[in-house]
């Protein structure tokens, strides 16, 4: 079955809180959804309004190209990555049960731009009970130099953290979760094509990108067990596999510790 996976896969995933898929998607589809997103930043080929908040004059590289937010509710590319059936096989396997998705997001980290503090994405998307999964795949190579993504192993069993203030020389968002005593960030490293998938409690995050010319693009989806109760609003309307509105719960209270976390400001 296309996108099934070796019994020592599942074992790596289970014992790691994490597991890189090789080649997952092939050169023609990753040079298809760049060349997508090249020609938003072109202008050829515009977001909808409101839907990609970009200044093209700015200083900072990540307001001139910044992430792009659920662009599977107004890209027809996006939506069938999110809703690819390698993902989904994969996903059963992981999960032990049917994938809801979530969320989409596509990241260009040009040369210079800041990266991503440490941190779990469930706090965030707050799936109840368990939590949530990320598909996390590399449309350039994705390397410690340009900002690759770093993941704390064994954390996937870790309760969700209150965030401290991260640096925001480093990063671009304000919260840093600090690996537990013992543990740290190891990288992930990935070429264009390679999916890494990681349980939602798992810390994770990136540093700069540091390269003079390297950018770092890589298209995100989160997705959820069907047997969830619930996910924090920001994140609906969730979609099955068939492309279908599915309907689930908001979460209620937990997430976030202190009233100055606003869910809806932040998404993983
Ligand atoms: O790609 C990155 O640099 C960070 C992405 C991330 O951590 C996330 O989507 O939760």
Known sequence: MVGSLSPEQVDFFRREGYLIVRRLFSSGEVDALRARFERLVAGTEPAPPGQWPNDPQAADPLQRCPRVMMPHR????SRRWLLDPRLRTILRTLLEDEPIATQSMFYFKPPGARGQALHQDNFYLQVEPHSCIAAWTAIDPSVPENGGLSVVPHTQDYA???PEQA??????VTH??????????????????????????????????????LWRRSFICHYM????????????????????????????????????????????
């Not at 990681?198 to 003079?212: A, C, E, K, L, T």
Request: with cysteine.
């Open 74 to 77: 107004w890209d027809g590319l």
């Open 160 to 162: 969700l953290v209150c």
């Open 167 to 172: 640096d925001m020389a480093e990063s671009f």
């Open 176 to 213: 840093l979760v600090r690996p537990p005593a013992g543990a740290q960030a190891v990288p992930a490293e990935l070429q264009p094509g390679d999916t890494l998938f990681f349980n939602g409690n798992v810390i994770h995050g990136s540093g700069p990108n540091r390269s003079p010319t």
């Open 225 to 268: 067990p069907a047997s969830a109760r619930c996910i924090s609003s920001w994140y609906f309307p969730l979609l099955n596999f068939s492309g279908d509105e599915v309907v689930y719960g908001a979460t209620q209270g937990g997430g976030p510790c202190g009233v100055e976390f606003k869910l809806a400001n932040y998404g993983a």
